[in-house]
């Protein structure tokens, strides 16, 4: 696309030169520069874009656009915006031909369950005969096709978000799922995202470092909601789906411009469960909706799955899609990777892997294994580097509360000291009266960590590492190595002889 038809996308563009340039694509990232991308230079926190706008030449790029016109040269093209993070989503979105206009979007904010949430909503949904696809924390799916996800953040910068979508058209694909964090919503980096459906999921203290309130925090969620009022040349109707039973759903309610869907375990709602009876392998529970009740028998373990179940049965009803979609959906749907994801090689006791790294999310986890544990509860966890200090006491408590025995060890500790990271957790652990030593013990070498648990435990325990998940690198002060708990949980149970 020719650079002045594109800069008509951004409001208040002033296109100085080039206007004939032809535009391949749009990036945010001089390192990705390529002949023909056009560089956005968008100011950060530590490091303003523009700096690199020479960078983005040199390795091919045919423009730059920047809030203000930086040292160039005379042949170079150039876009003046008076917001640069916005353009980038309008010039992205203009770029790929407005995709998420072509797509039913769903979109899933809330502070824990967005990822599994995200994936349930897509299975039902092709249960139902929609060819999906999604783009979730652990992966994106495009079609039949499953990827891990190639950003490296829950919800990309918009100009990745409006490629991913256009590929996602490209595939024939009808539905899209698209998980959205604070970040992104503040960031504006969904910004053009034509939404027809807005999840939310609950709301716990996180990422207060960057909101500074929770008051903030449920206003950067709610945002997803007052996008459902925006224009579209769409013809269905949208709806909000929020959990009734969190504090934090009228917010939601209240910027939403379209009807609502709730689901609760707790508080009347249009969508709930009943009979729920849990196990280790699975949970069984009555689907009660407007339209009839359901048994739905799901491999899923824990009330809080039973809930994100409800999310997604709620979204089937905004979109009048009948309630067997949700029954066949679960009795085959497994969890994402790194979400109560169980390790099995023989060995009588359990062993499992969950994401789990905020207070809500542990307590959650390790009260779901408890009711379920005949024997002694283990736990492995640490905490993030440069992420709500504040937190890591908290979870110290939660551990000694909840768990038999805890090993406190490394989680992307980045540039902070792992071991006052630990000393932090610890503080939290000891004003429940708990000893080191005795009740738990710090080992920053977290592959030692999983395999000392591992030898602790007997038949009928089980294990939780908690807090990585998905992920597969662990992040340090000098960059990052890989890292995976599945595998360091394998390779210990083959060592005690469960191959």
Do not use: C
């Not at 200090?389 to 110290?396: E, T, W």
């Amino acid at each position: 696309m020719r650079l002045d038809e594109l800069a008509r996308a951004v409001p208040g563009a002033s296109v100085v030169r080039g206007a004939d340039a032809e535009v391949r694509r749009v990036v945010y990232d001089s390192r990705r520069a390529q002949p023909g991308d056009l560089f956005v230079a968008i100011p950060g926190a530590r490091h303003d874009g523009a700096t690199f706008a020479a960078d983005a030449l040199a390795r091919g790029a045919t423009g730059i656009v920047a809030e203000r016109a930086p040292e160039l040269p005379s042949d170079a093209a150039l876009v003046v915006v008076p917001i640069a993070r916005r353009a980038l989503g309008d010039l992205a979105n203009a770029l790929y031909g407005f995709p998420s206009e072509h797509l039913r979007v769903i979109g899933v904010t809330g502070t824990d369950g967005k990822t599994t949430t995200s994936h349930l909503i897509g299975q039902v949904l092709a249960a139902a005969g929609r060819r999906v696809g999604w783009l979730t924390t652990v992966d994106m799916r495009i079609g039949d096709e499953v990827i891990p996800n190639p950003f490296g953040h829950t919800t990309p910068e918009a100009a990745d978000v409006h490629e991913a979508l256009a590929r996602l058209v490209t595939a024939g694909v009808e539905d899209a799922v698209v998980e959205v964090s604070s970040h992104a919503l503040a960031l504006e980096r969904v910004r053009g995202l034509s939404v027809d459906a807005a999840v939310f999921t609950n709301l716990a203290p996180e990422h207060l470092n960057f909101h500074g309130s929770m008051a903030e925090y449920a206003a950067a969620k709610a945002q997803l909601f007052a996008m459902l009022g925006e224009p579209t040349r769409k013809e269905w109707l949208r709806f909000g789906v929020v959990n009734a039973d969190d504090p934090y759903a009228p917010a939601m309610v209240q910027a939403s411009t379209v009807g609502i869907v709730s689901y609760a375990l707790d508080f009347a709602a249009d969508v709930t469960a009943v009979n729920v009876r849990e196990r280790l392998d699975g949970t069984h529970f009555l689907l009660v909706t407007p339209l009839g009740e359901y048994p739905v028998e799901t491999r899923m373990v824990g009330l809080h799955n039973v809930m994100n179940w409800l999310a997604a049965a709620s979204v089937a009803l905004g979109f009048g899609i009948d309630m067997e979609a949700v029954v066949e959906a679960a009795a085959t749907a497994e969890p994402p990777r790194g979400r109560l994801e169980r390790i099995e090689q023989g060995q009588p006791f359990e062993v499992v892997v969950d994401f789990a790294h905020t207070p809500q999310a542990l307590e959650t986890t390790l009260a779901a294994l408890r009711r379920l544990t005949h024997g002694k509860l283990y736990l492995v966890f640490g905490m993030a580097g440069e992420r709500d200090a504040s937190n890591r006491p908290v979870m110290g408590e939660l551990a000694a509360k909840l768990s038999d025995f805890f090993v406190i060890s490394s989680d992307d500790p980045g540039p902070e000291d792992p071991a006052a990271i630990a000393a932090e957790v610890a503080a939290g652990a000891r004003g429940t009266g708990a000893l080191e030593g005795t009740d738990y013990v710090i080992d920053l070498d977290r592959r030692s960590a999983v395999a000392s648990v591992i030898q602790r435990a007997r038949p009928g325990d089980a294990i939780l590492l908690a807090g990585k998940g998905h992920e597969r690198r662990m992040v340090l002060a000098d960059g990052s190595v890989p890292w995976s708990d599945q595998d360091a949980a394998r390779e210990a149970l083959a060592a005690g002889g469960w191959k």
